[in-house]
């Protein structure tokens, strides 16, 4: 199973970026996936999450600002992300679940500076 996820890059305050994650499975076969962040210093933190239901949940530092969705016919599930902020700057990485194997692909920097 592989994940790659890209879409990073420079964005100014209030811009706004949207990561992709591609996999090699069908986006239905994983129980979850989701989108995490390590910024230098920092532990790795889950932002957002997608059930294979559908149901979602994010971390409340990006709630109301990140939206997670996913594409079944490209296996790829995406994270909008509006209003940044400097403090959103991170290595993001995608995961997902299938029984009880965690998988994850490379992340993808995301910079916010002016």
């Known amino acids: 199973v592989q994940l790659q996820a890209s879409g990073g890059g420079l964005v100014q305050p209030g811009g706004s970026l949207r990561l992709s994650c591609a996999t090699s499975e069908r986006i239905l076969n994983f129980k979850a996936m989701g989108w995490f962040r390590q910024a230098p210093g920092k532990q790795r933190e889950l932002i957002a999450i997608v059930t294979s239901g559908g149901t979602t949940n994010y971390a409340d530092s990006v709630k109301g600002r990140f939206s997670i969705s996913g594409d079944i016919a490209k296996n790829t599930v995406y994270l909008q992300m509006n209003s940044l902020k400097p403090e959103d700057t991170a290595v993001y990485l995608c995961?997902?679940?299938?029984?009880?194997?965690?998988?994850w692909g490379r992340g993808t920097l995301v910079t916010v500076s002016s």
């Open positions: 995961s997902g679940r299938i029984l009880r194997t965690d998988y």
